[in-house]
């Protein structure tokens, strides 16, 4: 019998309720002893429903008396940093979700302490995870280098009301720019963002543009103040073309891959359009499952951070390199225009 990695969560929310509780309790390498939360009757709730044996109020009581070989930091944004920090000077494997703090500072801070510990620290962007970007990215650099990339997230919400506790462009938006970044595959060299305010005392609307140091160029938009939740990208090269779905006002998931065929395509009015070949890609069906945990990257994320446990591997997001995405973050609303 494989020996089981003990698990703690901190955080009783809907991000621990909704994904990654149900997640973990299909990793068979990986058993929860322990929840906490400061409502402890949500912690109590869950754990009932998961047959976790032991509850917690405060999280440094959990992690001084349970042995845990890792810590799921599932807490909102403000307190990230504080909680993930705890555990890694406790000497604990630490995940937490996004953002890496709410700052950059806090982000390399605990880069910084997780490096000193000798421990793991990862980031769950679950975008990165998600089965089809995976397989979206793999076909398409096997066929042709990317020259663009377009990243767009856009939704409704009342965000200075909504966000009250953190800045939402670095709590939510960092999802889109985290794919842009990691799609690209480089840092950014120039960059240039409009910043709008609709509707609202704060900023909720923004576009950016980016040359990438490898000379890849992307845009990143978002807006919260639109009529439904559309979330896509579009990766761009000269031998093929791809569209990613991750919720056109829903939460459908699906890709579609253009294939150059070697025809021109540069005039639909005189010549014509030159069909592509066009490759499918369902989420649920590729995911093998119509589980939203699943198609959409959230237990790809917690197995990912298991394996690490068990055999001292990276985590696809490091905290480091979360860190250079808030870098991003802060680079495109300091480069206003």
């Not at 973990?24 to 009932?48: F, G, N, P, Q, R």
């Not at 909680?83 to 979700?97: F, Q, R, S």
Request: net charge negative.
């Amino acid at each position: 019998m494989s020996k089981k990695v003990k698990i703690g969560v901190i955080g009783a929310g809907g991000i621990a309720k909704n994904v990654h509780l149900p997640s973990l309790s299909e990793i068979e390498d990986c058993e929860i002893v322990a929840i906490c939360d400061l409502y402890e009757d949500k912690a109590k709730t869950l754990a009932d429903k998961y047959g976790i044996k032991k509850t917690y109020a405060l999280h440094h009581e959990m992690i001084e008396k349970e042995e845990l070989d890792g810590v799921f930091v599932l807490v909102n944004p403000d307190r990230t940093y504080w909680v993930a920090d705890t555990c890694l000077k406790a000497g604990l494997n630490v995940i937490m979700e996004k953002p890496a703090g709410i700052n950059s500072y806090q982000a390399h801070s605990l880069a910084r302490t997780a490096e000193e510990m000798g421990k793991i620290a990862a980031v769950a962007m679950n975008r990165r995870h998600i089965p089809i970007v995976q397989e979206t990215l793999k076909r398409v650099k096997a066929v042709t280098e990317i020259t663009e990339i377009d990243s767009r997230f856009m939704k409704y919400s009342s965000i200075h009301s909504d966000w009250h506790y953190a800045d939402a462009y670095m709590c939510d938006i960092i999802h889109a720019l985290d794919l842009l970044r990691y799609a690209a595959g480089s840092e950014p060299k120039d960059v240039a963002t409009v910043v709008q305010s609709n509707n609202a005392p704060v900023d909720n609307a923004w576009c950016s543009i980016v040359r990438f140091e490898n000379g890849i160029i992307g845009t990143l938009r978002a807006n919260y103040q639109t009529a439904a939740r559309f979330h896509d990208f579009e990766i761009h090269g000269p031998n093929a073309s791809a569209y990613i779905n991750l919720g056109f006002g829903n939460m459908k998931c699906g890709a579609e891959i253009h294939y150059n065929t070697g025809g021109s395509m540069y005039s639909a009015a005189s010549a014509g359009v030159q069909e592509s070949r066009i490759e499918y890609l369902d989420a649920v069906e590729f995911a093998g499952s119509d589980k939203n945990s699943h198609y959409y990257g959230y237990k790809a994320e917690d197995v990912d951070f298991i394996n690490c446990l068990l055999n001292g591997t990276k985590p696809l997001c490091t905290i480091e390199d979360a860190a250079k995405s808030m870098d991003m973050a802060e680079l495109l609303l300091k480069k206003r225009i």
